[in-house]
């Protein structure tokens, strides 16, 4: 057990099994310096999704956590994704060209969010080129450094890695979140990029598994995996990545972020996936 840094959390593991939760933080830095509301703020979180997962360790799985909030850094971005109408001088590194990566930094959701998922901006001054410099030297290196080194660990030790990339969303789509505003989700949503991130086989086993919990179940829509699946994964070498997008209204108050007595049901049915993904060697799928 060791913490790679004081922002990032990394449990290595034994099993082929890597799960990471990038927007579950709640530690809020100092140099921060926003300008809204906290409580707003707070909705760009996936509250809990780290407990709900808790049980996961124990189990073998290797597990990385951010400390740090999604708002201050989205560790499920591209440095490239700069939105260079946040900062006081030009960014001296490589900016992202891809047209659907700039609809979303358009949206305010760069690497670092502009607004929240409600449109609030999230700041009132201009970022320095040096500040947003460091929040990926203390943020995103660390986290994606471990991302990478657990699935390479599992993939070495076992011949394949299944990676889970956890997340929670609200139960309607924000104004300023998806492609989709105003949009009810399901209860889970399956993300393998269109099945370039996993087997589709491998999918469509964790989909039908919540579906036979009773769970209404989507796959890659509205959501289909952004870039921790895309950047560690190669189905075709037997490193499989999907992203696991659970319905805040689950196990939590969206409004006050309170945990509902629901939470333990919900996490017994993640621990029967987690306890299936175990038993599953992907190379046979
Ligand atoms: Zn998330």
Redesign the pocket.
């Given at each position: 057990m060791k913490a790679m840094t004081s922002l990032v959390r990394y449990l290595p593991g034994a099993s082929p099994l890597v799960l990471d939760s990038?927007?579950s933080g709640t530690h809020y830095p100092a140099d921060f310096l926003y300008a809204c509301d906290l409580s707003v703020l707070r909705h760009a979180e996936?509250t809990h999704v780290e407990k709900l997962y808790d049980f996961a360790p124990a189990l073998g799985a290797h597990w990385i956590e951010a400390y740090f909030p999604?708002s201050y850094l989205d560790a499920?971005r591209n440095t490239t994704e700069i939105d260079v109408s946040l900062l006081d001088a030009p960014w001296p590194d490589a900016i992202a060209t891809d047209p659907k990566v700039l609809s979303k930094v358009r949206l305010g959701k760069g690497l670092i969010w502009r607004t929240t998922d409600e449109g609030v901006p999230i700041y009132g001054r201009k970022l320095a080129v040096a500040e947003v410099q460091a929040r990926i030297k203390q943020c995103w290196e660390p986290y994606h450094a471990a991302v990478a080194q657990a699935i390479d660990a599992a993939y070495l030790q076992h011949g394949y890695s299944l990676h889970i990339n956890c997340?929670?969303m609200p139960a309607f789509a924000s104004s300023h979140a998806t492609d989709f505003p105003g949009e009810e989700h399901a209860d889970f949503v399956v993300g393998d990029r269109d099945g370039s991130t996993a087997n589709p086989a491998l999918s469509r086993l964790v989909c039908q598994h919540l579906e036979g919990l009773g769970y209404r179940v989507a796959y890659n829509h509205p959501y289909k995996g952004v870039e921790l699946v895309r950047r560690y994964s190669k189905p075709t070498e037997q490193r499989q990545s999907i992203q696991l997008e659970i319905n805040r209204k689950l196990y939590m108050n969206e409004e006050t972020l309170a945990m509902t007595p629901n939470f333990k049901s919900l996490q017994a049915s993640l621990r029967s996936l987690i306890e299936l993904l175990l038993k599953t060697d992907t190379r046979r799928l």
């Open positions: 990038p927007h996936d999604r499920n997340h929670s």
